[in-house]
C-alpha cells in the first residue's frame, strides 16, 4: 500500500507543481496584457530631446547627476496606464510629463508628476504640491509611501479624461479631477494650460540629480 502511495504521489506531484507554475505563469502574463515597454534596456532608440543627459546602465534608464534635461517618448499618449520601477539618490529629483509637447515646460504645457527624495534636508520647506507624487503646482500627494532612499520603488500613473490617479508601491497618493482641481485657480497661482491637453508626451524630467528607471511600459486605455 505505502509503495503504491509512493508510486502515486512520485507521478502526481510534478504534475500539481507544474499546472501550479502555468497558473502563476498566466496570471503575470494577464497583469502585463496590452502593455508595451518604452525603453528597451539597450539604447534610447525612440526618446528624443535631451538624450545626452540620460544613460543606460545595467538595462535601467538613469539621468545623470550633473546634467539637466528630458528626454520625451517619439508617441503622443492620452489616455493610458504607465508603470515604472524607481530608485533615488540622497536628495534626488526628477520628474514624469505626461500629456506634454515635445520641448517644453511639462509642468505648465503639460503635466508633472513629480519624483523627488521627500526626506532631503534640502527640501523641507517645499510646497505640498512639490513632494513626490504630486501633479506640480496643482495636486498635493499624500506623503509617507516612499521607500528609503536606495531601495527600488513601484509606481502607477493612470490618466483617463480629467482624472490622474498616482499609486506608489501599491498606494494611491493622488486621485483627482484636475480641472476641478485648478478651479478657481490652481495651488501655486500659475496658469497651467496643459491641465487641458486631451494627449501629448510621456517625458522623464532631469532636475542635475542621478535617478535610476527601469521597467518602464504603457498602456493606453480605450
Not at 69 to 76: A, F, R, V
Not at 200 to 208: E, N, V
Amino acid at each position: 500500500m505505502n509503495k503504491k502511495i509512493t508510486i502515486l504521489t512520485t507521478l502526481v506531484l510534478p504534475i500539481l507543481l507544474f499546472c501550479g507554475s502555468c497558473t502563476v505563469q498566466t496570471a503575470l502574463a494577464e497583469s502585463d496584457e496590452g502593455f508595451v515597454s518604452l525603453f528597451n534596456g539597450k539604447d534610447l532608440t525612440n526618446w528624443a530631446g535631451a538624450i545626452e543627459t540620460y544613460i543606460v546602465e545595467d538595462g535601467k534608464l538613469v539621468s545623470l547627476k550633473h546634467e539637466a534635461g528630458d528626454i520625451y517618448t517619439l508617441d503622443d499618449y492620452g489616455d493610458f496606464v504607465l508603470r515604472f520601477e524607481f530608485k533615488l539618490t540622497p536628495g534626488a529629483n526628477n520628474g514624469i510629463g505626461i500629456r506634454t509637447p515635445l520641448a517644453s515646460h511639462a509642468s505648465i504645457d503639460g503635466m508633472e508628476i513629480q519624483v523627488i527624495d521627500n526626506t532631503a534636508e534640502q527640501y523641507k520647506d517645499l510646497k505640498p504640491y512639490q513632494y513626490h507624487g504630486s501633479i506640480y503646482g496643482v495636486v498635493p500627494a499624500k506623503r509617507g509611501h516612499l521607500k528609503p532612499v536606495g531601495q527600488w520603488n513601484s509606481q502607477e500613473i493612470i490618466a483617463k479624461g480629467r482624472q490622474i490617479k498616482v499609486v506608489l508601491n501599491g498606494v494611491t497618493i493622488v486621485d483627482a479631477d484636475i480641472i476641478e482641481a485648478s478651479t478657481p485657480k490652481t495651488m501655486d497661482g500659475n496658469k497651467h494650460p496643459g491641465l487641458k491637453r486631451e494627449k501629448g508626451r510621456i517625458a522623464f524630467l532631469g532636475h542635475r540629480s542621478r535617478v535610476e528607471f527601469r521597467n518602464i511600459q504603457v498602456k493606453e486605455l480605450k
